[in-house]
C-alpha cells in the first residue's frame, strides 16, 4: 500500500514538473485528429441548437413590456415568487423574467413581459398595488410607484446591426494584423479558432437557454481580444522556435510547434486562471449582492468565451497551423531529412556503434528534449568561442620553454646524467 501511494506520488509530481518546465512531453500536436474529432462534434451541436432551438431574446430585441416598482411598501416585502403569482393571476400567463435590483430601501422589482395591452397593463398594476402598497416619494402608498414602459425591438436590431458591422471589421483588422506580423498560415489559423469561439460561446446560449440583451453582445465582443491573446502568445513562441528550422535536421516543424505549445501551456493556463476569478467576482458580487441582472448577462457570456478562447489557442489554433505548413514542399522535405538522420542514427545503434553527431539523435528520437538545437545559427545564445586546440609538447616547444630531458642508453632507459 504505501509502494502504491509513494508511486502515484512520484506519477503526480512527475507531470507536474514536465507542466511546469515545459519540455514537450505533452504531445499535443501529435493528437491533433483526436481535437479535430472533439471540436468538430462540439462545433456541429452548438450549431444544431442554434439552427433548431434558436435564442432565448430578451425583450430588448423582440419587444415586450417592462414594470417597475419598489420592493418595500406597506404590505409584505415583495418577492419574486409573489410577483410571478400576481401576474399569472391578473393576465393569466406567466412574465417573461421577474428579477429584483438593488439592496435596502433602494430595492425594485422589475417585470419583463410580453407586449401587454393597456387593459392588462392597468389591471396588473392594479393588482400589484393591492398585494405590496409600494412608497411613493413621499413615503406613502401611491400606485404611481409602479412604473410601465413599452420597449420596442428595433433597438435591438441596432444594437444587433452594430455588433455585427463591429465584428467584421474587427476580424478583417485581426486578418491584416497577423498576416504582416506572422505569416498567412498562422492568419488563417488564428480566425478559424476566434470563429470556435464565437460560435461556441453562443451555442452555449442556445443551449442552457440564457437570456440574450445586449450586454450579452458586449460581453461577446469583449472575449474576441482575449482569444486573439493568447493565440497570439503561442505562435509568437512557435515563430520563435521555427526561425531557421528548414536548414537543421534536428526535429520537425510539428514537433518544434510541439514544444512551443508545452513551453506555452502553464502561461495559457494561468492567464486563463486570473481571468476567469474577476469575472466570477463580478457575477457573485453584481447578481448575489447587487442583484443587477446585466451584470449577470456579461459575467456568464465571458466565462464562456474565456474558457473556450483557452482550449481553442492550444488544442486548435496550433494543429491547424501545423497541418496548414505542411502543405509546404519544404517543410515536407525538411520533415524527410530529419527522419532520414534518425534512421541512420538507429542503423548505426544496431550495428553496435554510433555515428558522430548522431548520438543525441538515437538518444531522443522525439526531438523534444534540447531547447537549445532550436536556437538558430549566429543568435545571442549560439555565439560560443570556439574551442582552442589542444597543445602537442614537440621538442622544439619544450626546449623552448625550458623543460629538461634525461639521456636514455640503449635499452631504452633513462640515465642519471640530465642533458642540458
Request: charged share 20%; with cysteine.
Amino acid at each position: 500500500m504505501a509502494y502504491r501511494q509513494s508511486r502515484r506520488h512520484e506519477v503526480k509530481q512527475s507531470f507536474f514538473s514536465r507542466l511546469y518546465t515545459g519540455t514537450g512531453a505533452f504531445d499535443i500536436v501529435g493528437r491533433r485528429k483526436t481535437w479535430y474529432v472533439a471540436f468538430g462534434l462540439l462545433v456541429a451541436v452548438c450549431v444544431g441548437s442554434i439552427m433548431f432551438r434558436g435564442f432565448n431574446l430578451g425583450i430588448d430585441f423582440t419587444g415586450g413590456t417592462q414594470i417597475q416598482f419598489p420592493a418595500a411598501g406597506a404590505g409584505a416585502p415583495a418577492t419574486v415568487e409573489q410577483v410571478e403569482d400576481v401576474y399569472g393571476q391578473a393576465v393569466g400567463q406567466a412574465p417573461a423574467a421577474v428579477q429584483t435590483v438593488g439592496q435596502g430601501a433602494g430595492a425594485a422589482v422589475v417585470i419583463r413581459s410580453e407586449p401587454l395591452d393597456p387593459t392588462q397593463t392597468v389591471a396588473l398594476k392594479q393588482a400589484l398595488f393591492d398585494m405590496f402598497q409600494p412608497f411613493g416619494q413621499n413615503g406613502t402608498p401611491s400606485p404611481d410607484a409602479i412604473s410601465d414602459t413599452a420597449v420596442s425591438g428595433t433597438w435591438g436590431d441596432q444594437i444587433t446591426r452594430q455588433a455585427l458591422i463591429a465584428l467584421a471589421v474587427f476580424l478583417v483588422l485581426v486578418t491584416v494584423f497577423l498576416a504582416f506580423y506572422f505569416e498567412r498560415a498562422m492568419a488563417v489559423a488564428a480566425l478559424v479558432a476566434l470563429v470556435h469561439d464565437v460560435v461556441v460561446t453562443m451555442g452555449v446560449y442556445s443551449i442552457v437557454g440564457f437570456e440574450v440583451t445586449p450586454a450579452t453582445a458586449i460581453g461577446l465582443l469583449t472575449i474576441l481580444g482575449f482569444s486573439l491573446y493568447d493565440t497570439v502568445v503561442v505562435f509568437d513562441k512557435v515563430k520563435e522556435n521555427t526561425r531557421g528550422l528548414l536548414g537543421l535536421t534536428r526535429r520537425t516543424y510539428a514537433e518544434a510547434a510541439n514544444l512551443a505549445l508545452n513551453q506555452t501551456l502553464m502561461r495559457s493556463i494561468n492567464t486563463s486562471l486570473i481571468a476567469v476569478l474577476p469575472v466570477l467576482g463580478l457575477m457573485v458580487v453584481g447578481v448575489g449582492l447587487l442583484g443587477v441582472g446585466t451584470l449577470a448577462d456579461l459575467a456568464l457570456v465571458q466565462i464562456v468565451g474565456i474558457i473556450a478562447g483557452a482550449v481553442s489557442s492550444v488544442l486548435l489554433a496550433t494543429p491547424i497551423l501545423v497541418d496548414l505548413k505542411l502543405r509546404d514542399p519544404r517543410v515536407r522535405d525538411q520533415a524527410r531529412r530529419v527522419a532520414a538522420r534518425r534512421a541512420r542514427a538507429a542503423a548505426a545503434m544496431a550495428g553496435g556503434g554510433r555515428q558522430a553527431g548522431d548520438v543525441d539523435a538515437a538518444d531522443d528520437p522525439t526531438g523534444l528534449d534540447d531547447v537549445d538545437d532550436l536556437v538558430p545559427a549566429g543568435s545571442q545564445r549560439d555565439r560560443r568561442a570556439p574551442a582552442a586546440p589542444a597543445r602537442v609538447a614537440t621538442p622544439a616547444r619544450r626546449r623552448a620553454s625550458g623543460s629538461r630531458e634525461r639521456p636514455t642508453g640503449k635499452d631504452g632507459r633513462p640515465t642519471g646524467k640530465r642533458r642540458r
